[in-house]
C-alpha cells in the first residue's frame, strides 16, 4: 500500500511539473549572425537566442532554438514543426498567415554594392542591375512590392548572398546591415564595398501560428518583463566586431597614411596657427603699451578708456559668434544642396523618401529641436505622412480636418501646440493627438504651399522636458527647407498632370482605330479593363499594374496600318492577306517605340500573339520566353474577342468562351494563367499568385 502511495506521489510531481514549465520550440536563420549563429556541435548561440532565454526564464517557460536555411525554417513552422520563429520582420503578406509578437529590436536594411559603381540611393537606381536577397526574406517582398523592374538573384542564405558579391557572381544586395557587415568583415571584404543610406528600418518580432493566442501572450509577458538594463547588456554582448580570417594590412597601410596625413596637416596647421597667435599677441603688446602711453598722459579720461576697453571686448565676442553662426550655416547650406538633388528624383515616385530625408535634415540643421512631423492635405482632410519621435502609425488613423491645422501666415512659432489645438478639436480628437505625440514646449509650423493653395505643413517640436528655444536664424531655415518640400510637391503634381495628358493622347489613338475599324469599338478598353483586373486578382503591384492597363490598351494599335476592308472582310482570310494581319503587333510595337515613356509597353505589344506551344507570331516564343504580361494581354484579348460580334462570327457565350480557354490551356495559353482567369470571371477565385 505504501509502495502504490509513492508511485503517485511521484506520479502527481511529474505532472504538475511538466504543467508548470511549458517547452517552447523556436526555429531561426542558421547564416543570420550575429543575431543566430549555428555551433559546429550543432548548437544555437546569438543575440535572439540569448534573449528568448532570458524572456523564458522570466515568464515561465524554457525554450528550444533550432536552426536552419530560412526557407526552411519558415517551412517547419508553418508545418507545425516548430512554435515560434524567434526574430522576423513585419509585412502585410506575413500578417495574414503569421500572429506578431511585440517588437523588441530595430534593425536597418542597406544596399552593398561595388566601389565602380556611382551611388545607389532610390529603388530606381536598382533597376540597372541583378539584385542578390535572400529567398523569401523581406527584402524579397520589399523589391517586388515596390522595385517591380528589379532583376532579383535569390540565395538560401546570407553567407550565400555575400560569398556571391565577394566573387563577383552579383555586384549589387540587399541585406540587413548588422549581418552583412558581419560577413563582410569575417572574410575581410568591407572595404571592397560601399553602403547606400538605409532603404528602410523594420522592428523584429517573434511570430506564432493563428491557433497559438496563448502562446502569444506567453511571449509578450517575457518581452515585457526583460528590463532596459538587461537588454543593453546583450546588444554589448553581440554587436561586436568578427574575428576576421586575415589581417587586413591594406587597410592598416591605407589608415596609417590617412592618419600621416593629418598628423602632417595637425602640424602645419598649429605652426600657422602659431605664427598668428605671435603676431596677434605683438599686436596686442604694442596696443597695449601705446594705451598705456595714453593713459599715463591722460589720466582724466582713465573711466571713458575702460568703456573703450570694454567695448572691444564685447566686439572680440561678437566675432566669435558670428564665426560660430557661418560654419553653421556651411553645414546647414551643404543639407539643403543635398536635400535638392532628391527633388527631381523624388518627383518621378513617391512622396514617402523625400518627406524622411527632409525631416531627418530638419532636426540635423535645426539642432535645437527634438521631434517633428509633416503633413499633407487631400481636399478638406488632414492626414499625417512622416514623423520622427511621435508615434506615426496612429497618427495616421486620426480623422482630421485641414482647418483644424495649427498656421497663422505662412509660417508660425507656436507655445504649447496641444493647448493651442484645443479651440479647434473636439475632446476625442485633442485626447488622441496628445497620446500619440511625444510632450511639447515649442513648435514651428510651417505651410507647404503650390502657389497661393496650402496643401500641407511641417511641424519642427522642441521637448517640453528641454530648455532650448528657436532662434531667428531656425526659422530662417526651416522656410527654406519648406520652399524645397514646396517644390517637390509642385513637381509631383506636374509629373502626375503630364502622365495624364499622355494617357489622353493614347486614348485619343484608340478613338482613331475605332473609327477606321467599328467593329472592335470598346475592344481596346475591355482588354485594357480585363487585363488590370486579373494582374490585381494575381497580387501584382500597383505600378505594373498601370502599365499592363496602358498596353492593353494600345494592344492592337498597329492595325491603323491594315486595310479597313481586310479589317472588315466577311469571309476566311488568304494565306496572303492573314500574313499582313500577322503583322500588326510588329506595327504597333513600332509605332510606339520611339517613346522612352512606353518601352516596357512595347515588348508587351510586340508579343500578344505568342502562343504557349511556340505556334503564334510575330517570333514563335513559347513558354516561358514569352513575356509574363503579353500572356496575361493575350488571354483579355482573346476572351472579349470570342464574346463579341465580328464580321465573319457571331458573338460565343461567356459559358463556351471558357471552355475554349480551358481548351487550349498549354497550347495557346498559359495553362497556370488560363485557370485562374477563368475562375476570376466565374467569381471563384482568391487572390493567388502564379508568377
Known amino acids: 500500500m505504501r509502495f502504490r502511495f509513492v508511485l503517485f506521489f511521484l506520479w502527481i510531481a511529474t505532472v504538475t511539473m511538466s504543467i508548470a514549465t511549458l517547452q517552447v520550440r523556436f526555429v531561426g536563420d542558421l547564416s543570420y549572425v550575429p543575431f543566430e549563429i549555428l555551433e559546429s556541435d550543432g548548437q544555437a548561440k546569438g543575440y535572439f537566442v540569448d534573449f528568448w532565454r532570458l524572456a523564458g526564464k522570466k515568464a515561465g517557460f524554457s525554450v528550444t532554438y533550432e536552426l536552419c536555411q530560412w526557407k526552411d525554417a519558415l517551412a517547419g513552422f508553418e508545418q507545425g514543426d516548430f512554435d515560434v520563429v524567434g526574430g522576423i520582420f513585419y509585412s502585410e503578406q506575413r500578417s495574414k498567415r503569421y500572429l506578431f509578437s511585440k517588437p523588441f529590436l530595430e534593425i536597418p536594411t542597406s544596399v552593398f554594392y561595388r566601389p565602380h559603381i556611382d551611388s545607389i540611393v532610390s529603388l530606381r537606381d536598382l533597376q540597372k542591375y541583378r539584385v542578390g536577397v535572400v529567398e523569401q526574406d523581406y527584402s524579397q517582398e520589399y523589391l517586388e512590392r515596390n522595385a517591380g523592374k528589379a532583376n532579383l538573384v535569390l540565395y538560401p542564405t546570407t553567407e550565400a548572398l555575400v560569398l556571391a558579391a565577394i566573387e563577383g557572381e552579383i555586384s549589387v544586395f540587399l541585406c540587413d546591415e548588422p549581418v552583412a557587415l558581419y560577413w563582410l568583415k569575417a572574410y575581410s571584404k568591407a572595404q571592397d564595398f560601399k553602403i547606400s543610406p538605409p532603404f528602410y528600418k523594420n522592428f523584429v518580432y517573434a511570430v506564432v501560428r493563428p491557433d497559438q493566442k496563448e502562446l502569444l501572450d506567453l511571449l509578450n509577458r517575457g518581452i515585457d518583463l526583460i528590463t532596459e538594463e538587461e537588454q543593453s547588456n546583450l546588444e554589448s554582448t553581440w554587436f561586436g566586431v568578427p574575428k576576421t580570417h586575415t589581417i587586413p594590412w591594406a587597410l592598416i597601410l591605407v589608415l596609417s597614411l590617412i592618419a600621416f596625413g593629418v598628423l602632417i596637416s595637425v602640424f602645419i596647421w598649429n605652426s600657422v596657427l602659431r605664427r598668428r597667435i605671435e603676431a596677434a599677441i605683438r599686436t596686442i603688446k604694442e596696443q597695449n603699451e601705446r594705451l598705456s602711453r595714453q593713459n599715463l598722459a591722460l589720466t582724466e579720461n582713465e573711466q571713458q578708456f575702460e568703456g573703450v576697453n570694454q567695448q572691444l571686448l564685447a566686439t572680440t565676442e561678437d566675432l566669435e559668434k558670428t564665426l560660430l553662426q557661418v560654419e553653421g550655416l556651411n553645414y546647414t547650406m551643404f543639407e539643403l544642396i543635398e536635400l535638392s538633388k532628391l527633388l527631381s528624383e523624388a518627383a518621378q515616385g513617391k512622396d514617402q523618401t523625400f518627406f524622411e530625408k527632409l525631416l531627418n535634415t530638419t532636426l540635423t540643421v535645426i539642432p535645437s529641436a527634438d521631434y517633428g512631423s509633416v503633413s499633407l492635405f487631400e481636399g478638406e482632410d488632414w492626414r499625417f505622412v512622416y514623423a520622427i519621435g511621435h508615434d506615426l502609425a496612429n497618427l495616421k488613423t486620426l480623422r482630421l480636418k485641414k482647418s483644424q491645422f495649427t498656421l497663422e501666415g505662412k509660417i508660425s512659432v507656436v507655445e504649447d501646440i496641444i ?273
Not at 561 to 583: F, H
Not at 599 to 619: A, C, F, M, Q, T
Open 419 to 691: 493647448s493651442d489645438n484645443r479651440p479647434k478639436m473636439n475632446a476625442t480628437e485633442l485626447e488622441k493627438l496628445a497620446q500619440f505625440t511625444k510632450p511639447i514646449a515649442h513648435s514651428i509650423v510651417i505651410g507647404l504651399f503650390i502657389g497661393e493653395s496650402l496643401v500641407g505643413g511641417i511641424s519642427i517640436d522642441i521637448s517640453a522636458y528641454s530648455d532650448k528655444r528657436f532662434t531667428q536664424r531656425d526659422t530662417e531655415v526651416a522656410q527654406a527647407l519648406s520652399n524645397l518640400a514646396s517644390g517637390f510637391l509642385a513637381m509631383q503634381r506636374y509629373t502626375i498632370a503630364q502622365g495624364k495628358f499622355q494617357k489622353d493622347l493614347l486614348m485619343g489613338m484608340i478613338k482613331i482605330l475605332e473609327i477606321y475599324d467599328p467593329h472592335t469599338k470598346g475592344h481596346s478598353e475591355n482588354v485594357a479593363s480585363l487585363s488590370a483586373r486579373f494582374a490585381e486578382e494575381l497580387g501584382i503591384s500597383s505600378d505594373l499594374i498601370q502599365r499592363i492597363y496602358w498596353a492593353g490598351l494600345v494592344h492592337d494599335i498597329g492595325k491603323i496600318l491594315v486595310s479597313r476592308e481586310l479589317l472588315g472582310k466577311m469571309g476566311p482570310l488568304t494565306s496572303s492577306e492573314y500574313q499582313i494581319i500577322q503583322n500588326h503587333p510588329v506595327w504597333g510595337a513600332e509605332v510606339l517605340q520611339s517613346s522612352d515613356e512606353l518601352s516596357d509597353i512595347v515588348l508587351y505589344i510586340r508579343h500578344h500573339h505568342e502562343r504557349w506551344d511556340g505556334n503564334g507570331y510575330p517570333n514563335r516564343l513559347e513558354r516561358e520566353s514569352i513575356p509574363f504580361v503579353s500572356r496575361i494581354i493575350s488571354l483579355a484579348d482573346s476572351y472579349d474577342a470570342m464574346i463579341s460580334d465580328r464580321p465573319y462570327r457571331k458573338k460565343k457565350t461567356v459559358e463556351c468562351a471558357l471552355k475554349d480557354i480551358l481548351n487550349n490551356a498549354g497550347k495557346q495559353f498559359d495553362p497556370s494563367l488560363a485557370k485562374a482567369f477563368c475562375a476570376m470571371i466565374e467569381g471563384k477565385s482568391a487572390k493567388r499568385s502564379v508568377i
